[in-house]
């Protein structure tokens, strides 16, 4: 609390202040209320009375806030109350200090001030203000002399007040052990399959906060329940709750109607008696905001905003974009009274944006009605996730839209989506035991009675069941997890469950691959699916079974993404799209929109006019917020392999100039030119000891790099540890060169700049490894170990290196391609086998050339932040000049090229194109020339530079986005 002292002084300049305005305000007088005698700070009683309390800090909002409502807003019709406010200081006024430095802060000073008001006064909604003494004495006397008639919501504040009461439960929830958690997350099946978490390694302290925001959320949505229909579900009263779980006698009528989403889960009675004060004080919070005043929208939005991300992450509750859901459903959605149902509903954002459209469009034609309302969310709208808590939310968030309007149900279920199909009856909310029917056994099949213990755990009666059937829209932003995170055993369950889709399935097919076919499986013929994806959908090969399906059975109308941030939705590192798909057999006349946001809509109608601007669209066409370019549908059938070239560069215009330079006859796959061997440092690497010794010491970049060479010998090397003065001579003969990573090696040709990688054992290498082994990993450190590496080496050994992941915008990125006279390695680059020295030369002058640079970019391998990841099928379509193409006078001037540059020291990427460097223009000259080009070739290399420079910034731009919002 506020020290007394600074509490009396400012309570008596505030009532000085006010007093001024013409306010009659008294301090610290003796108030009988039905619950006792109270004394406020202040007591202003003009038209109405109006109690102030000036004895909080910031962080005590909710102290704040339930005082107000327990001791004065209740009793708003006995004692004449029409406001009632709490001063929060800020931090520099909760400290004791001299009363002449007290009183020259506290004008100086920025105080918050809450200001609720009677549930009677429904345009007046809990807000907080901020200013100085004698501005928020202003806004204070306005209230009390000339009340307004409306106050707008501060629903920030109000999200604030709400995450802290979850935090304040947390606290009484301290005892919940795992299995505990289990049984309100979903059960072990849930915890093991999707939320991957090993057995006693559950993130509990953030499961227990979630669990918090589970009971704040039943307690929430039951407030606004009772305030709109008070005669069906009576106010909680604080005063007679004895136990946490009394609250279960008010949550029971809901159940009894439905909403069995929302307060089927039963963490009240887990709370123990001696933390009743907390709840109270909870309840009085949340009746102290009055969320039931704070229109449809914006209620939906607090219930949507309210979980922080950290906590939703745990518990695989990820939303997507307001806006982004806004712009789906505005392009998929053409009839107001389509089935829509999302198999992923996750926050149910999408539904809720699929509910604003059909409104929309329904109220073209006439008035929206409660029976709208009603069959929009009972019978129109489907909703299913895998986890308790999403489909706790999406059902809160749905249900709110027309809060003025009862629903006696919402569609939303708790399920394995992808074990549905058509036909199937399941419960509103199941059992979660039973959710994994694949690994539930026979218990999915006992009799109702018995089965339904457990399904709604606060009463006994058999829970509404959801018939499925086929939809117009399927809309969805599907779980992206790899399928290397896929359980094995759960993806052969996969596998058997879409064993109808064999000709379309893939071994490493992500999860997202699963839902896409799950759509299919569930959209009535010239329905659409509208999906949330991972940009890589549209190249990577084990995602290719997918767009088979889509150029076989559907018409792919619109793809968009964006360059103003990484992704559509929470959680992701890398790029996304919104994807429509038409279910019918491609026309010959069938186009695809392909459109790039330069920037995300700012508000829903933006969004909404954008849609409509791109649906209308005939042509090509560009303005300050996107750009669309209109392909022939049969551009992206003819050829299933790689579409994200369509949207992996933000100038389109580029991107169709590189596709004509890459059209030239000259150029093969390079996967045809050369055999791609991979090297990795866990090729030459034993526990935490590694055989590289760096070339320079500015290359040593991890902990695991010990040794760089300090001088060289005739028959040896001299080598020093990076922390200490110790030096070891090491024999030639028992090293080769290879590069442990290319930062900051600024050749071409690295034969004499390379690293060094130990092949033979010497009687040094124990002394060198012990800085980095135990005792008992050292004794076991052997020949044995370095002939290993030493096979390796010889196997994967090339003149050519390439690449393999890069990170363009690095200052330690000087070139992505390297040759080397004696055959070599290097980690996380391609060793290309079976070239010969010269055509060696040749390539690494072509895989370094611009025009290479932007056809990587082009194919998309950077996907994944600002890391080009080359993936080896990517070499299948990774064009350069086919050598036996070449003629003596190209393989003349191209090979003349190569030894005027390379042994010449190159800057970084990002600086050889911000400065137009000679030795990157010399490079690319030889290329126009060799391809043809007959424009003027320092005119067109000022524009490329340009445009692969703004291409990395805005890559380099999205990574630093996303570890801001990490």
Known sequence: MIPKPTEDTVTNLLVKELEKYGVKAESFPSISTPSGVRKPDIWCSNGGAYTVEAKFKESDLIDAVAKIQNDYIRWFDVLGIKGGFAVLYPEELTKPMPSEVLMKLAYRAKFKVVAMFPPKDVRKSFTVYEGTLNEIAKILAEHVLSPPEYVEPSTDYIIKALRDSAEYITVALKYLSGQELEDIFGGKEVFKNILQYEEQKYPVETLRLASAYLLVNQLLFYHVLSRRMPDKFPEIDADTIDKPADLNAYFKNVLNVNYKTVFSYNVASRILSGFTDQIKAVINVIKGLSPEKVGGDLLGTIFHDLVPFQVRKTVAAFYTNVLAAELLAWLSIDKYDCKVADFAVGSGGLLVATYRRKRHLLEKERKF????????VENELLGIDVMPFAANVAACHLALQSPEYFTNKVNVAIWDSTELEPGRTIPSIAGLKFVFKGQAGLEMYLKPSERVKGV??????????ISLEKYDVVIMNPPFTRHERIPENYKAVLFDRFKDYTDYLHGQMSYFGYFILLADRFLKDDGRMALVLPATALHVKSAEGVRKLWSKKYEVEYIITTWHRLAFSESVVFREILLVAKKTKPSKEAVTKVCVLKKLPDKMS????????????????????????????????????????????????????????????KLIPLSQIATAERSDLEHFKFKDFHGFILKDAKRLQRKTDHWFLEKEKTDSIVIRHKKLIHTLEVPLNCLTRALRRFSYVNTIDITDNSDYLIQNWFDRIPEMARYALSSRELSTLNPDVINSWRDKFERKKAHLLLARRLYLSSPGTCLIAYYSDNP?????????????????????????????????LYMGVACEGPWMKLHDYMLDRLLAPNPKKLTPRDKKELLETFKSLEKVSFKSITEQFRNRDENRKAIDKAWLTFLGYEGDQETFLTQLYKAILEEIKIINQLMQQQKAFI
């Open 369 to 376: 009605s409660e029976a709208d309302h009603k069959r929009f």
């Open 456 to 465: 709604v755990s606060l009463t006994g009666e058999i829970p509404e069941e």
């Open 606 to 665: 933006k969004a909404r006019e954008i849609a409509d601007k791109i649906k209308n669209l005939k042509n090509d066409y560009e303005d300050d917020e996107i750009t669309v370019k209109i392909y022939p549908y049969s551009k992206l059938t003819a050829e299933t392999t790689d579409w994200h070239k369509l949207i992996s560069l933000s100038n389109l215009k580029i991107a169709e100039l590189l596709d004509e330079i890459l059209s030239s006859k």
């Open 824 to 856: 070599t390695v290097g980690i996380d680059l391609w060793s290309l086998k079976g070239v010969s020295k010269e055509d060696a030369k040749i390539l690494a002058l072509w895989l370094n050339s611009s025009i290479n640079i932007l056809q990587l």
